[in-house]
């Protein structure tokens, strides 16, 4: 079945950790890849996103996520996280041709990241 | 500018009656999208609005479910006969390209 796999469902880092979030999807084909970003009691930001071009995309407070076509995945990165980085993480796949293909974000189960002082 | 906005915030309600949810997109985002937030279940698409076109109601569970937009703007999931298991976060999302933006929506329990 096509799906969005997050491998780390809680992650927990101190201060100054480098981070590494995995993201695999299972869809042939073109797709648009985003993480999205939940803070503690605050709704769903988009963190940053993938359609074409450079594969490295950087995004907002210091992230970034490497899309490689040939593995499927798309994993976020940040090089020193902060205390403020808690939050849960989604990576969300848009198939953009294909008979998958539509406008609805097709979820992981998210990871929980808890980044203490 | 101002975000997407839900209401209610929360919503508790008896097995059996019907409830509505309110979206508000972006003002200017001519896409409006349902998913639902649940344990264990991740986000689940439920329905997709473009302009004037016919919804994609590819994801909604049931017949249970529905949705309008009126005026191509702001748009109201309907429930019916509601269930236990139909609690959950249920959030909204608007756009003008392919990035989504997010409401904060709104948290329904079934008692």
């Known amino acids: 079945a096509q799906s969005v796999s997050q491998h780390n469902h809680h992650v927990i880092l101190s201060e100054a950790a480098s981070l590494e979030l995995g993201c695999n999807y299972s869809?042939?084909?073109?797709?648009?890849l985003f993480w999205y970003v939940q803070y503690p009691g605050q709704h769903l930001q988009l963190l940053l996103k993938?359609?074409?071009?450079?594969?490295l995309v950087k995004g907002i407070k210091g992230f970034e996520a490497e899309f490689i076509k040939s593995k499927f995945s798309f994993n976020l990165r940040k090089p020193s996280v902060q205390w403020s980085d808690t939050a849960e993480y989604f990576c969300a796949v848009r198939p953009s041709i294909g008979p998958n293909s539509g406008y609805a974000l097709n979820f992981g189960k998210g990871t929980s990241l808890l980044v203490t002082p | 500018g101002a975000g997407v906005s839900q209401s209610p915030s929360n919503k508790v309600t008896e097995k059996g009656k019907d409830v509505e949810l309110r979206c508000d997109p972006i003002s200017g985002h001519t896409a409006l999208y349902w998913y639902r937030q649940s344990l264990g279940q991740g986000l689940e698409f439920l329905i997709y609005?473009?302009?004037?076109?016919?919804?994609?109601k590819s994801g909604l569970p049931s017949d249970r479910f529905s949705a309008e937009r009126t005026g191509g703007s702001v748009s109201t999931l309907t429930i019916q006969r509601t269930q236990q298991e139909d609690s959950a976060v249920y959030l909204c999302?608007?756009?003008?390209?392919?990035?989504?933006?997010f409401g904060p929506g709104t948290r329904l329990t079934v008692l």
């Open positions: 999302a608007s756009s003008r390209g392919f990035a989504q933006y």
């Open positions: 993938y359609f074409s071009g450079d594969p």
């Open positions: 609005f473009q302009g004037n076109s016919a919804p994609d």
């Open positions: 869809y042939g084909g073109t797709v648009n």
